[in-house]
Every structure is written in structure tokens, then in C-alpha cells.
């Protein structure tokens, strides 16, 4: 029944709440680009691996010729997702700023 989904994607949901606790702080040091996944909507997507958690991701980076203000509104939007646990929002590790472009980390999604 209905039970047996909730359970899996409860699973699924502490999974990825127990990693997402191990991987902390992103900063651009830590990645390891492993792959492209593909390109589009002013962004590429690269696979990656997050070197101090060993957790691979997809990291998606946007161009963003922004005023700081902006920067910063998106940046905090970003934050307060990464806060908020909702089962919605599984699979998102992160954001940052970095040269112009922001980095949205994301389960990298096995298919």
C-alpha cells in the first residue's frame, strides 16, 4: 500500500540527511570534476566528486553577470532550501559563489 512508499522515500530522505551531514561547507577546493552531464538554460552540468565526503554530485554552474545585491538575495534563498529538510528538496547539498557563477550542488541522480 501507500505505508510502503512513504517508508522508502523516508529511507531515502534519512540517506541523504545522514550525508548531507558529513559534507559541510562546499567550497570550490573540494570538487573533483569527473564528467559533463550536460549543458543548458546558461548552465553546465558536471559530474563531480566531493573530495572530503567521497559523495558524488551533480554540481551545476550558472554564469551570473548579477549585482551583488542580487547575488545575494539568490544566495540566501539557496541557503534557506539548504536548511529546510523537506523531502522535496532531497538531493540538494548546496550553493556557493564563486568567479562570477554559482554552483548549485545536487544529488547526482543514478539513471
Known amino acids: ?3 510502503e512508499v512513504d517508508r ?3 529511507k531515502r530522505l534519512d540517506a541523504f540527511l545522514h ?3 558529513k ?3 562546499l567550497k570550490d577546493d ?3 570534476k569527473l564528467s559533463e552531464l550536460g549543458a543548458g538554460n546558461g548552465g553546465v552540468v558536471n559530474k563531480v566528486l566531493h573530495r572530503p565526503s567521497g559523495i ?3 554540481r551545476k554552474l550558472i554564469h551570473l553577470e548579477i549585482k551583488p545585491a542580487i547575488r545575494t538575495q539568490i544566495l540566501r534563498e539557496l541557503q534557506v532550501l539548504h536548511k529546510c529538510n523537506s523531502p522535496y528538496i532531497v538531493g540538494f ?3 556557493f559563489y564563486i568567479d562570477g557563477e554559482i554552483s548549485i550542488c545536487m544529488e547526482n541522480m543514478v539513471g
Do not use: C, L, P, R
Open 1 to 3: 500500500g501507500d505505508s
Open 8 to 10: 522508502e522515500q523516508q
Open 19 to 21: 550525508d548531507k551531514q
Open 23 to 25: 559534507v559541510g561547507e
Open 30 to 32: 573540494d570538487f573533483q
Open 56 to 58: 558524488i554530485m551533480a
Open 93 to 95: 547539498y548546496g550553493a
